[in-house]
């Protein structure tokens, strides 16, 4: 595989976790949903569960007119009503010494994560990243089956008849956005915004990984001497020392296709 | 003077943290706000070849030479700003978030952004009830010129007023808060639109998370103390 990042964002179907009769071992082994039949359907990803919902026509799209009346909300329909399966297949064929990472930019508000029939407990926040290494468990030479079962806030609340400032603000005891239980200029959300909301992707690497990489700057004698400083994480996956030659370049574009080393 | 190799040992499955000797850079170009000048943006790419194995990782952001000071004025109780040591008026617009079905395309972003531009903003300020904005939000203020002031998740109207008070603790998880703070400053710290973070909307945090988020974010010692000369410290790196 190529050493870097592949978004998946393409191919996923959901279906409501209590339409689905499988487990996730089953969806990510012998049963996996072969495409958008009942109760599955193209899914949004990255997006919202009402986000796929809107997509499919299962319900009217909230923003327009007094359509968000039509669609039921959380507290009214219960907390398993949005708990969704999102379901994707992805390649990724590994090299010796290749390592790969599945990460999740956004999830609200937390998660099961079923890779080929091995399961990994994503914690709650959605605010947060999640990256597991699948190197182990990834199929060479044939399609990988991964499924995701999303879990909405664990206090979506209630919307008094009045509406208000975040509903009745249980919203605000979960690490989530909060407007999403309505506000003076805002009617509220129906599914709290629970789903992928933001980028999947597979990065691969080799026994080295590059992690979260910190820039800053230091300025002196008026701007005319300045320093950037560079500090980073660095993992190394391998069962052995692994010597390392890192290397920084500074480029700047000064005319088309002309870049300033 | 801007390219840099370095050797590092790291021992089996481990994480260690490195820091390379600072860049030199002698007058580079100014990121400057809409309306103050150019938003010169210069490519930092990073590669770490293995031995006996080649290229193992790579990483690269745009990042722009400013910087940003404010504080809130006494006369006024006014938060003032200066960029690159120049004063800016501050014309700003309130974000909640793109779409509220979270289908935040690239493309939305580019548009509602260079909007903002367009009207002459220089701010974009993101209102703690709503996202900490995504790193495709931060490209196109970093490539328009707006300045983004970020706030976390905590507003007064759901964490502290009210009758009865609503949540007056905040969240009940303030570890996981600090945990979710942590990781979203290390997303978007490199972002040269990046200018405040905030603790919440109309409302300080609770007492811990409000400590610990100043601590996070306090300017570390090192960028405080300069010689005679206006140099920083032998021992920088």
Same mark, same amino acid.
């Given at each position: ?55 499919? %026509?299962?319900? +009217?799209?909230?923003?327009? &007119?007094?359509?968000? =009346?039509?669609?039921? /909300?959380? #507290?009214?329909?219960?907390? *398993? ?76 609340? %209630?919307?008094? +008849?009045?509406?208000?400032? &975040?509903?009745?603000? =249980?919203?605000?005891? /979960?690490? #989530?956005?909060?407007?999403? *239980? ?80 | ?237």
């Amino acid at each position: 595989a190529e050493i870097g990042k592949t978004p998946l964002d393409s191919g996923w179907l959901a279906a409501r976790s209590t339409e689905v009769q499988f487990t996730g071992t089953q969806l990510t082994t012998t049963h996996p949903p072969t495409g958008p039949s009942s109760p599955w359907m193209e899914a949004l990803v990255p997006g919202t569960v009402l986000a796929t919902l809107v997509k499919n %026509k299962v319900v +009217p799209d909230p923003f327009y &007119g007094l359509e968000n =009346e039509a669609i039921i /909300d959380i #507290a009214d329909a219960g907390r *398993e009503y949005y708990t969704f399966w999102f379901f994707t297949t992805f390649q990724c064929d590994l090299s010796a010494n290749q390592h790969c990472d599945l990460n999740f930019r956004g999830i609200n508000y937390s998660a099961e994560v079923h890779l080929n029939g091995h399961r990994m407990v994503l914690p709650k926040g959605m605010f947060r990243r999640h990256s597991l290494n699948v190197t182990d468990i990834l199929h060479p030479d044939r399609s990988n089956l991964l499924a995701v079962l999303v879990h909405p806030p664990d206090h979506p609340g %209630k919307i008094p +008849p009045q509406g208000g400032q &975040g509903g009745d603000h =249980e919203i605000g005891k /979960d690490v #989530a956005t909060q407007y999403v *239980e309505g506000w003076d200029w805002m009617a509220p959300i129906r599914d709290r915004n629970t789903g992928i909301w933001d980028e999947v992707s597979i990065s691969v690497t080799g026994p080295v990984k590059v992690i979260d990489p910190h820039l800053v700057s230091s300025f002196f004698d008026n701007y005319k001497r300045v320093y950037l400083h560079t500090t980073i994480e660095l993992e190394n996956k391998s069962a052995w020392i692994a010597e390392c030659s890192l290397n920084i370049q500074v480029t700047t574009e000064v005319e088309e296709s002309i870049c300033l080393v | 003077e801007h390219l840099q190799t370095q050797h590092v040992s790291i021992p089996a499955r481990s994480r260690l943290q490195y820091t390379f000797p600072p860049l030199f850079f002698y007058k580079p170009h100014l990121w400057w706000p809409n309306g103050m000048g150019k938003q010169s943006l210069y490519n930092v790419a990073i590669i770490v070849d293995v031995k006996g194995y080649g290229e193992s990782d790579s990483w690269q952001q745009h990042f722009g030479f400013r910087k940003i000071e404010s504080h809130i004025d006494g006369a006024t109780g006014g938060r003032l700003f200066k960029v690159n040591g120049e004063p800016i008026f501050i014309r700003g617009g309130n974000w909640i978030l793109s779409d509220g079905l979270l289908r935040l395309s690239k493309k939305r972003y580019s548009t509602d952004i260079k909007f903002h531009a367009d009207m002459n903003f220089n701010m974009i300020r993101c209102w703690g009830g709503g996202l900490t904005e995504r790193p495709e939000f931060y490209y196109y203020c970093d490539y328009y010129g707006i300045l983004v002031w970020q706030e976390f998740w905590i507003t007064g109207d759901v964490d502290g007023r009210g009758d009865p008070v609503s949540n007056p603790n905040g969240p009940l998880d303030h570890d996981l808060f600090l945990f979710c703070a942590r990781d979203t400053v290390k997303l978007l710290r490199n972002h040269p639109s990046l200018a405040l973070w905030v603790g919440g909307n109309e409302q300080i945090p609770p007492g811990d998370i409000n400590a610990a988020l100043k601590d996070y974010l306090r300017l570390h010692p090192d960028f405080e103390s300069v010689d005679e000369n206006g140099k920083p410290p032998e021992d920088f790196s």
